[in-house]
Protein backbone atom coordinates (compact mmCIF):
# COMPACT_ATOMS: atom_id res chain seq x y z
CA UNK A 1 0.00 0.00 0.00
CA UNK A 2 1.66 3.57 -1.06
CA UNK A 3 1.75 5.82 1.57
CA UNK A 4 -0.61 8.92 1.64
CA UNK A 5 0.47 12.30 2.32
CA UNK A 6 -1.56 15.58 3.21
CA UNK A 7 -1.22 18.31 0.19
CA UNK A 8 -1.07 20.93 3.17
CA UNK A 9 -0.36 23.22 0.14
CA UNK A 10 -4.07 22.53 -1.57
CA UNK A 11 -5.24 22.72 1.95
CA UNK A 12 -3.75 26.02 2.68
CA UNK A 13 -4.77 27.48 -0.28
CA UNK A 14 -8.64 26.66 0.18
CA UNK A 15 -8.78 27.91 3.73
CA UNK A 16 -7.28 30.80 2.65
CA UNK A 17 -9.46 31.26 -0.07
CA UNK A 18 -12.53 30.92 2.41
CA UNK A 19 -11.70 33.88 3.89
CA UNK A 20 -12.98 35.49 0.45
CA UNK A 21 -16.23 33.65 0.56
CA UNK A 22 -17.06 34.69 3.79
CA UNK A 23 -16.30 37.97 3.31
CA UNK A 24 -18.07 38.04 0.38
CA UNK A 25 -21.10 35.67 1.38
CA UNK A 26 -21.30 38.86 4.33
CA UNK A 27 -21.60 41.45 1.96
CA UNK A 28 -23.74 39.69 -0.63
CA UNK A 29 -26.30 39.40 2.63
CA UNK A 30 -26.01 42.70 4.44
CA UNK A 31 -23.83 44.83 2.46
CA UNK A 32 -20.57 46.57 3.17
CA UNK A 33 -20.25 48.31 6.26
CA UNK A 34 -18.43 50.75 7.08
CA UNK A 35 -15.31 52.00 4.75
CA UNK A 36 -14.94 48.86 3.31
CA UNK A 37 -14.67 47.70 -0.07
CA UNK A 38 -12.32 45.16 -2.23
CA UNK A 39 -10.15 44.58 -4.91
CA UNK A 40 -10.05 41.61 -6.81
CA UNK A 41 -7.47 40.25 -8.96
CA UNK A 42 -9.22 37.46 -10.98
CA UNK A 43 -7.38 35.60 -13.92
CA UNK A 44 -9.52 36.01 -16.79
CA UNK A 45 -8.03 32.71 -19.02
CA UNK A 46 -9.44 30.46 -16.03
CA UNK A 47 -11.77 28.08 -18.09
CA UNK A 48 -14.85 29.21 -15.93
CA UNK A 49 -14.44 32.31 -15.63
CA UNK A 50 -17.54 33.86 -17.31
CA UNK A 51 -16.83 37.14 -19.05
CA UNK A 52 -18.19 38.80 -22.20
CA UNK A 53 -15.85 38.71 -25.17
CA UNK A 54 -14.75 42.36 -25.24
CA UNK A 55 -13.15 42.23 -21.45
CA UNK A 56 -11.58 39.18 -22.32
CA UNK A 57 -9.69 41.20 -24.89
CA UNK A 58 -9.05 43.88 -22.91
CA UNK A 59 -7.95 41.69 -20.24
CA UNK A 60 -6.46 38.59 -21.60
CA UNK A 61 -4.97 37.19 -18.43
CA UNK A 62 -5.78 39.26 -15.38
CA UNK A 63 -7.87 42.19 -14.15
CA UNK A 64 -8.90 43.59 -10.94
CA UNK A 65 -12.11 44.38 -10.20
CA UNK A 66 -13.63 46.79 -7.27
CA UNK A 67 -16.46 46.17 -5.04
CA UNK A 68 -17.96 49.54 -3.48
CA UNK A 69 -20.76 51.53 -4.27
CA UNK A 70 -21.12 50.38 -7.75
CA UNK A 71 -21.99 46.53 -7.89
CA UNK A 72 -25.34 44.59 -7.93
CA UNK A 73 -27.00 41.48 -7.45
CA UNK A 74 -23.60 39.68 -5.69
CA UNK A 75 -24.63 35.97 -5.34
CA UNK A 76 -21.59 33.50 -3.59
CA UNK A 77 -21.79 29.82 -3.44
CA UNK A 78 -19.06 27.08 -2.11
CA UNK A 79 -17.36 27.41 -5.83
CA UNK A 80 -16.99 31.42 -6.61
CA UNK A 81 -19.19 34.22 -6.79
CA UNK A 82 -21.34 36.40 -9.41
CA UNK A 83 -21.83 40.17 -9.67
CA UNK A 84 -23.02 42.57 -12.08
CA UNK A 85 -20.30 45.88 -12.56
CA UNK A 86 -20.33 48.34 -14.77
CA UNK A 87 -18.01 48.76 -17.52
CA UNK A 88 -17.86 51.43 -20.04
CA UNK A 89 -21.28 52.61 -18.59
CA UNK A 90 -23.17 49.37 -19.85
CA UNK A 91 -23.80 46.61 -16.59
CA UNK A 92 -22.12 43.31 -17.42
CA UNK A 93 -22.23 40.19 -14.85
CA UNK A 94 -19.26 38.41 -14.16
CA UNK A 95 -18.85 34.74 -12.64
CA UNK A 96 -15.86 34.43 -11.06
CA UNK A 97 -14.74 31.02 -9.52
CA UNK A 98 -12.51 31.45 -6.48
CA UNK A 99 -9.53 29.02 -7.92
CA UNK A 100 -9.62 32.49 -10.83
CA UNK A 101 -8.90 34.89 -7.40
CA UNK A 102 -5.60 35.75 -7.51
CA UNK A 103 -5.79 38.89 -4.80
CA UNK A 104 -7.81 40.20 -2.21
CA UNK A 105 -7.44 43.69 -0.42
CA UNK A 106 -9.59 45.52 1.98
CA UNK A 107 -8.31 49.14 1.92
CA UNK A 108 -10.52 49.93 4.79
CA UNK A 109 -9.26 47.11 7.12
CA UNK A 110 -5.49 46.72 5.27
CA UNK A 111 -6.15 43.37 4.57
CA UNK A 112 -4.79 41.28 2.20
CA UNK A 113 -3.95 37.80 0.38
CA UNK A 114 -2.33 36.69 -2.34
CA UNK A 115 -2.58 33.14 -4.03
CA UNK A 116 -1.06 30.19 -5.76
CA UNK A 117 -3.00 28.77 -8.52
CA UNK A 118 -0.86 26.29 -9.39
CA UNK A 119 -2.15 22.60 -9.07
CA UNK A 120 -5.86 23.88 -7.98
CA UNK A 121 -7.35 23.40 -11.90
CA UNK A 122 -8.28 25.28 -14.27
CA UNK A 123 -5.54 27.79 -16.24
CA UNK A 124 -3.25 26.91 -13.60
CA UNK A 125 -0.04 29.91 -13.42
CA UNK A 126 3.51 29.47 -11.73
CA UNK A 127 3.45 31.93 -8.90
CA UNK A 128 5.56 33.95 -9.65
CA UNK A 129 3.60 34.98 -13.05
CA UNK A 130 0.77 36.02 -10.41
CA UNK A 131 2.45 39.79 -9.36
CA UNK A 132 0.92 42.05 -7.31
CA UNK A 133 -2.99 43.16 -6.40
CA UNK A 134 -1.82 46.61 -6.78
CA UNK A 135 -2.53 48.43 -9.82
CA UNK A 136 -0.96 51.99 -11.28
CA UNK A 137 -4.03 53.79 -11.04
CA UNK A 138 -6.80 53.38 -8.76
CA UNK A 139 -9.71 52.21 -10.90
CA UNK A 140 -13.76 53.79 -10.99
CA UNK A 141 -15.53 51.84 -8.26
CA UNK A 142 -17.05 48.64 -10.20
CA UNK A 143 -14.66 49.02 -13.12
CA UNK A 144 -11.71 47.15 -13.92
CA UNK A 145 -8.43 48.30 -12.91
CA UNK A 146 -5.24 47.82 -15.48
CA UNK A 147 -3.89 44.47 -15.14
CA UNK A 148 -1.58 43.68 -12.63
CA UNK A 149 2.13 43.96 -12.24
CA UNK A 150 3.43 40.41 -13.70
CA UNK A 151 6.88 38.66 -12.61
CA UNK A 152 8.85 37.80 -9.19
CA UNK A 153 7.96 40.22 -6.62
CA UNK A 154 10.85 40.82 -3.54
CA UNK A 155 9.13 39.91 -0.74
CA UNK A 156 10.13 42.24 2.50
CA UNK A 157 11.08 41.03 5.96
CA UNK A 158 8.94 41.07 8.37
CA UNK A 159 11.05 44.61 10.06
CA UNK A 160 10.35 46.31 6.66
CA UNK A 161 6.68 45.36 7.11
CA UNK A 162 6.92 47.03 10.26
CA UNK A 163 8.64 50.22 9.48
CA UNK A 164 6.94 50.48 6.41
CA UNK A 165 3.10 50.56 7.84
CA UNK A 166 1.61 49.23 5.17
CA UNK A 167 -1.12 46.66 4.48
CA UNK A 168 -0.01 43.73 5.47
CA UNK A 169 -0.52 40.95 2.50
CA UNK A 170 -0.40 37.09 3.15
CA UNK A 171 1.42 35.45 1.07
CA UNK A 172 1.05 32.01 0.59
CA UNK A 173 4.62 31.19 0.37
CA UNK A 174 5.36 33.28 3.20
CA UNK A 175 2.48 31.46 5.46
CA UNK A 176 4.35 28.43 5.40
CA UNK A 177 7.82 29.30 5.98
CA UNK A 178 8.01 32.05 8.41
CA UNK A 179 6.98 32.68 11.87
CA UNK A 180 5.69 35.66 13.59
CA UNK A 181 7.88 36.57 17.07
CA UNK A 182 4.70 38.61 18.07
Keep these: MAEETFDYPRILQRALRSVVREVLLRTADDGLPGEHHFYLSLRTDHADVQLPAFLRERYPEEMTVVLQNQFWDLQVDQDGFAVTLRFDGDPVRLGVPFEA ?25 PPE ?4 AATDGEPREGEAA ?25 SFDRARDRRDPE
Excluded at 112 to 122: C, Y
Excluded at 129 to 132: F, H
Design 146 to 170: QPAATGPQPVPTLDEERSAGEAKVL
Design 129 to 132: ALGS
Design 101 to 125: VIAFFDPAAQFGLRFDLAGLGGNAV
